[in-house]
């Protein structure tokens, strides 16, 4: 019997238009997948066709796999409800039991293989013209069965037990997507929440192992990530063991529940009552029927009538969506999964807990924004249709009420509906705030702002109703409806996400800057930006409901021919006359958003970013070997109009030529918005003798040779200034904005020769643009040229310089040195700088709203320059600051400044920068953290401390230009900061930052888009230094000795105070001092090991 | 008052021609439309009721264009479609105010008092304010008609409105219909011949989406006096008599099969006349066009 329901099944629904456009839209996902996943790999020794990939992609499902069991699994049982087929059937002499049996191993069996859509398309991937052949390699076929098998089949079959047990116990096609979309949430929750750090609860809990592959691929090499099956760790074991039981236990209720009575019987009990009452109600109501019908209404047709009905219409149709216990449910277990979000998953969201700040709170928009949006379009879809989901459109359908009136009324039902999830977030975000002690720091604002506007809020639910509006309008098909508005809906996140769409602009509803609210400055120019896309998607947005009103099928269903009628009456004259005004209004936007962003913002695609980068290196590459003079001194100017995004400026730039040929020609590279308005060499005002103002480079000759060792002086007048709005940080002109400036002197200055910033680092960007890959991405520690220029500025000496620098009134001005001197004219606030004593060339400038606190320590003057409403920490900041300055005085050396500032930054920038006289460390770095734990303890302690010790370094080491140069830079001061962890809180605070460390190292190093070199060679990339470079040099203090290895390391850097260091003569230094063969072996294993060559590197 | 349907017909995409040049003048009253399943008369129906289009033809009540002007109609049109559903979670009384409040009654007092009166001649005041998804398919189609009945309309068609009822439940529907039907048009839709000879002061029989006949039902039924006769057969010799006569109906009574014939004369000895019936000029009419 069982076999003989299957059979029928198969036969009667597999090669259905449902199931075959599901598995086209699954070979579909099955490409467009791995491209993604490709890309999230950015080593360029990945395959695209490589078979992690293939594992990510299987975990994950993706949304039209989950869309699909949705869809197609529910109907095996609830067809003979909907159908009323069971009325019939049930009364065979079939097994209950094996009919529910047959019935489930068919719904099963058909998303399996409807599921190998998936697969195929993963096949195809290589003939789909997606990348180069090089791209790709032998198809692993052992490897994707094997994916299939530990994840497509489990997941599937979850997915399977979970509709059909909710079908069976709610007898409802409708619950089965319910829960499904719960399982849904479940995992972008997982995944959402999982952070950095490895916590087993969250990997059980993902209920598709997701997390678990993609960790498990992380610490995978390139070669094991093109050819390896996945290794079954016990975790995920554990995993796949969880799930499978729940999927059983599901199906086994679901088993033990069904029979055909109980399952045919949906309103027994209803209907009992009406047919008693019916019978009792005939006899004494029979008399009335001989009364006349004499009783005539008055009847209104007016347009306020309408009106009116609009609104009495649209409660009534907000009490018919809230009024089941099913949206009750649905509503209960989404905002209980809110309030368990903000009350323990905010806490780690970034790099420990964080005191309770209202950011915080709104993130739940973000976490639950995509579900929300789903179901609140599904939502709607059912409620377009209703009248015909229900066979009762004849009836309203012949009413005498227009179109509009009927279907906005469910736009603004559920646009209420929708307020509702809003209103609850912000109410729990309130509270929890509220419980967290964070009463004070509720910004009702932000709160209105985030929750109700168009950041991923209410507003953006509108918009995305307006769309279903205007689909269901044009398909007049429900499932089309829902099939079209919610594949649009995640193809158009997963594009931009995935960086296929890049301008946000051909992204309905996107608005810039969602993700981007600073605790310093808020939205910041992403408030302009957001707003002016909304305004353009709110244009559209009201297209669409005319469009939708003017196409919607009244009466029976007729052609599209016949429906795309734009004379027909539908829509009034009025109507139509707005939606013509709202398309120019549309078309104009669209044109202002290109003009500001495109244009005057500069945006431009990745690939055109990439030919131009590709273009400069082959034009002026030779620029690498010519000689040009260095930065010797500077003198700036500079006057910053934060609110206009603007600086004007004067440099004057001690040039000296310290090689031994004489310079003719001075080539320099300047930003982008610079407007120079004078140039002159040694007093002389000089012309380009050419310039590519596309590349941005200009070629000056010098009024006379610059002789070998002499020197000249470059004075610069200019004038920079942004215009536009960005569409993403990317865009984001940071050095200029209107509160919370922030950018290297570089962003100013030029650039002298070759502009290394511009060359095309990643080799699989380089090979697309038929660039020779990168062998390092800094220079070699063979390379003569060099190993004498400056790693922080190879364009530069060692410099001294003043800077004065002014501000509006309300900001205060930053730059590196001693502030030597403030003051205030014409309303501005003047800051005059001065760097006395040479120093490396990295310097940075800045402007916010920040307020001051300043103490005096032993070693120095501490200023904390902090945002006002930020002080949370400032008492133990300065407690830090005191002992780490110590920390470096007293092992190190003396602390080379006599005054320093801690500042705080906007989260736009890197975490920490350390430059004369400045530690600037951004919002995140723990100006909001919650410091009670010993973890957020250690955080500050180490990242105060790791600044410190940089600027020692950067004082008292000429550091070269060659490889390993960020063991100076970068992995010493980290692993000096952890002994002063160590001293300050214990060893077991140390523990928790090199866990977190080799987290970040196991994480990134597979992704190196280069390949990982070993310590000894690195050539920067941004993960090593920081993460194992700071482990292998703890590793070692801890095995030396920390005073011992101390010594050995301050005569070595005594004996080389004056030259160009590279890290292989202190690692070979190393070497000679180490006191046993196995110190010996410890040194080379940490710093001079590549897994990928597994050998000892020789460069 | 009449209702002016001309020369209307439909051709569906997928080739089936549901009207073809249909014309008809509806009068006050209550009109039969009679036809087997099939037929076109949902489609007529829907037609007037302003639910679909036709390729062809005109539709006219009181002035009104009806392809040009539906919303015109809709403020006078009441209508039950021969299958409705309605919404799960409302109750009758709820869903009827909504209703009537969509045929324009503002006024929520007469608004009310017109629901309680319509639930009351229905049968449903009782369970009023049960959810609809409760309610048996008798239920459902009393509310249908109660809710074609609110407002004032002038035109209410009603498409095989007494599916589903209970004799009590029929006369009453009966007597409510040709209550209203002394001041309105009421279009009856249905393929049960009794209804219309019971209701009906006019009809047309429809058949292949072409209207066959006209008059009213006592015309039509005269139009056969003396050509009508009865007699009963084996059954094995039913296919002999289907060959040889004019044959439009066969059922059984007493166990026995009883055959129908017109004829102008008596066929042979064994047939006795039978006074005409509506339902014997249906069948002919029938059997003529086939």
């Known amino acids: 019997m069982i076999a003989k329901i299957i059979k029928f099944e198969l036969q009667s629904r597999l090669f259905g238009r449902t199931s075959i456009l599901f598995f086209l839209m699954l070979v579909f996902q099955g490409i467009w997948y791995t491209k993604g996943t490709y890309d999230y790999y950015a080593n360029d020794a990945v395959l695209m066709n490589g078979a992690s990939i293939f594992y990510r992609n299987f975990a994950g499902g993706g949304m039209i796999m989950v869309i699909m069991v949705a869809i197609v699994t529910g109907t095996a049982l609830y067809k003979d409800l909907q159908h009323k087929t069971g009325y019939w059937l049930f009364t065979y002499p079939i097994p209950e039991k094996a009919f529910f049996l047959g019935r489930f191993i068919s719904g099963y069996l058909l998303n399996v293989l409807i599921a190998t859509g998936y697969f195929f398309g993963m096949l195809l991937v290589p003939y789909v013209g997606l990348g180069p052949d090089s791209v790709f390699g032998d198809a692993p076929i052992g490897q994707m069965i094997h994916g299939f098998i530990i994840f497509s089949l489990p997941n599937l079959f979850l997915l399977t037990s979970v509709v059909l047990a909710s079908v069976v116990i709610f007898k409802r096609l409708a619950a089965g997507y319910v829960f499904v979309m719960l399982i849904v949430v479940l995992f972008i929750v997982m995944e959402s929440v999982s952070g950095t750090n490895f916590n087993p609860i969250l990997f059980l809990v993902d209920p598709f192992g997701f997390l678990l592959a993609s960790e498990i691929g992380k610490t995978m090499t390139a070669l094991e990530k093109n050819t390896a099956y996945l290794e079954m760790t016990d975790y995920f074991l554990l995993n796949r063991l969880v799930w499978l039981s729940i999927s059983t236990a599901l199906f086994v209720v679901a088993y033990r529940k069904f029979s055909f009575k109980y399952f045919i019987n949906k309103n027994q009990k209803q209907t009992s009552l009406p047919n008693q009452v019916t019978s009792q109600a005939t006899s004494k109501t029979t008399s009335k029927t001989t009364q006349p019908y004499a009783f005539i209404p008055s009847l209104s047709f007016s347009t306020k009538a309408y009106l009116q009905k609009l609104i009495n219409l649209s409660i009534l149709e907000f009490k018919n969506i809230v009024r089941p216990w099913g949206f009750k449910i649905v509503l209960g277990i989404i905002l209980l999964m809110v309030l368990l979000q903000n009350l323990l998953f905010n806490a780690t969201y970034y790099i420990g807990a964080q005191v309770a700040v209202t950011s915080n709170f709104t993130l739940c928009r973000l976490t639950f924004g995509v579900f929300i949006i789903m179901i609140v379009m599904l939502w709607a879809g059912e409620l377009f249709f209703k009248d015909k989901t229900v066979k009762i459109w004849q009836i309203m359908d012949a009413l005498p009420v227009p179109v509009w009136v009927t279907q906005l009324s469910r736009f603004v039902a559920i646009s209420g509906v929708s307020l509702i999830f809003s209103v609850f977030f912000i109410l729990i975000g309130i509270v929890t705030q509220t419980i967290q002690g964070g009463a004070d720091a509720i910004d009702l604002k932000l709160y209105v702002y985030d929750l109700l506007g168009y950041n991923w809020g209410w507003l953006t639910y509108l918009l995305h109703i307006a769309l279903v509006f205007f689909i269901a309008g044009i398909t007049g098909n429900r499932f089309i409806t829902h099939l079209v508005s919610i594949g649009y809906f995640i193809g158009n996140i997963i594009f931009f996400d995935m960086g296929i769409a890049e301008e946000l602009r051909f992204g309905y509803a996107l608005v810039p800057g969602l993700e981007d609210y600073s605790n310093v400055i808020g939205y910041g120019i992403f408030e302009t930006s957001a707003f002016w896309y909304f305004v353009m998607w709110a244009s559209l947005a009201i297209i669409f409901i005319l469009l939708g009103i003017q196409f919607w099928g009244r009466g029976s269903v007729t052609s599209f021919r016949h429906r795309f009628n734009f004379a027909s009456s539908q829509l009034n004259v009025s109507g139509k006359i707005v939606m013509v005004i709202l398309v120019g209004i549309f078309a104009y936007l669209q044109y202002f958003i290109y003009e500001n962003v495109n244009q005057k913002n500069h945006f431009e695609l990745e690939v055109q970013a990439n030919a131009n980068d590709a273009e400069y290196e082959r034009k002026y590459g030779y620029l690498q070997t010519v000689t040009q003079p260095k930065y010797d001194d500077l003198q700036l100017q500079i006057d910053l109009f934060p609110e206009q995004n603007k600086a004007i400026y004067k440099a004057k730039i001690q040039l000296e030529n310290a090689s031994l040929k004489t310079i003719d020609t001075l080539f320099l590279n300047f930003k982008d918005f610079l407007e120079i308005k004078k140039i002159s060499l040694n007093n002389k005002v000089v012309e380009p003798i050419w310039a590519n103002e596309e590349q941005l480079i200009w070629a000056y000759l010098f009024p006379s040779k610059l002789d070998s060792n002499t020197v000249a002086i470059l004075e610069i007048e200019a004038e920079k200034q942004y215009e536009g709005f960005p569409q993403s940080p990317d865009d984001m002109a940071l050095d200029l904005i209107a509160n919370g400036s922030f950018g290297s002197l570089r962003e100013f200055l030029p650039v002298i020769g070759f502009d290394t910033d511009k060359m095309l680092k990643e080799n699989r960007k380089r090979a697309e643009q038929g660039l020779e890959k990168l062998s390092s991405r800094i220079p070699k520690v063979a390379d003569k040229i060099h190993s004498k220029s400056d790693i922080y500025a190879p364009d530069a000496n060692w410099i001294t310089g003043k800077v004065i620098i002014s501000t509006n009134s309300q900001q205060v001005a930053i730059s590196a040195g001693n502030l030597t001197k403030k003051w205030k004219v014409n309303g501005r606030n003047y800051f005059e700088y001065q760097v006395r004593q040479k120093s490396p060339f990295d310097w940075y400038l800045g402007s916010s709203e920040l307020t001051i606190s300043a103490q005096n320590t032993p070693f120095g003057k501490v200023e904390i320059w902090h945002h006002t409403a930020h002080n949370y920490n400032i008492v133990y900041y300065h407690e830090i600051m005191g002992k780490a300055l110590k920390f470096v005085s007293q092992n190190l050396g003396k602390y080379p400044f006599s005054e320093v500032r801690l500042v705080e930054i906007p989260f736009y920038y890197d975490d920490a920068y350390a430059f004369p006289n400045v530690i600037a460390l951004n919002e995140k770095q723990g100006w909001l953290a919650d410091t009670s734990a010993i973890d957020e303890k250690a955080y500050l302690h180490q990242s105060i401390a790791a600044e410190a010790c940089k600027h020692w370094f950067q004082q008292n080491l000429q550091i070269a230009n060659v490889q390993g140069a960020d063991m100076w830079q970068t992995a010493l001061p980290e692993a000096l900061a952890l002994q002063f962890v160590k001293e300050q809180l214990g060893e077991q605070a140390v523990r928790t930052l090199i866990t977190k460390k080799q987290t970040v190292y196991n994480r990134e190093r597979h992704n190196d888009s280069n390949g990982e070199p070993p310590l000894l060679y690195s050539d920067s990339p941004d993960y090593l230094a920081k993460s194992k470079g700071a482990i292998a040099f703890y590793d070692i203090i801890q095995t030396v000795g920390f005073q011992e290895f101390l010594q050995n390391f301050l005569t070595w850097q005594k004996n080389h105070q004056n030259n160009w260091v590279q890290f292989v003569d202190f690692y070979h230094s190393l070497l000679n001092l180490s006191t046993s063969k196995a110190e010996r072996q410890k040194i080379e294993t940490e710093f001079n090991f590549s897994e990928k060559e597994s050998t000892p590197q020789n460069n | ?290």
Not at chain 2, 207 to 214: C, I, N, Q, S
């Open chain 2, 1 to 290: 008052m009449a209702l002016e349907i001309k020369n209307l017909s439909k051709r569906y995409p997928n080739g089936v021609r549901a009207l073809q040049d249909v014309s008809l003048t509806i009068g006050k009253g209550m009109f039969g439309l009679l036809g087997q399943n099939g037929a076109g008369k949902s489609t007529l129906m829907r037609t007037i009721a302003t639910l679909q289009d036709a390729d062809k033809g005109t539709v006219h009540f009181e002035g009104i264009d009806t392809f040009k002007n539906p919303h015109e109609l809709r403020q006078i049109l009441g209508y039950l479609p021969q299958e409705f559903g309605v919404y799960p979670n409302v109750s009758a009384e709820e869903l009827l105010s909504h209703i009537a409040d969509m045929k324009g009654i503002t006024n929520p007092q007469e608004r009310q008092e017109q629901v309680e009166e319509l639930l009351h001649r229905v049968n449903l005041y009782k369970v009023r304010k049960k959810r609809l998804d409760g309610y048996s398919g008798g239920m459902k189609q009393r509310f249908g008609i109660a809710q074609a009945l609110l407002g004032d309309p002038k035109l209410i068609i009603v498409d095989e409105p007494t599916a589903g009822l209970d004799p009590t439940e029929r006369n009453r529907f009966y007597n409510l219909l040709s209550e209203i039907g002394e001041n309105t048009i009421v279009i009856l839709s249905t393929h049960i011949v009794e209804d219309v000879s019971t209701l009906c002061n006019d009809m047309a029989i429809i058949g292949e989406g072409e209207v066959l006949l006209t008059g009213s039902p006592e015309q039509i039924e005269q139009s056969l006096e003396g050509k009508v006769w009865e007699k009963q057969i084996e059954k094995s010799e039913l296919e002999s008599y289907q060959q040889n006569l004019h044959v439009i109906s066969y059922r059984f009574h007493l166990g026995k099969m009883l055959i129908t014939v017109i004829a102008e004369d008596l066929p042979d000895g064994d047939f006795w006349a039978k006074s005409p019936t509506l339902e014997d000029a249906y069948f002919h009419t029938l059997y003529s066009k086939n």
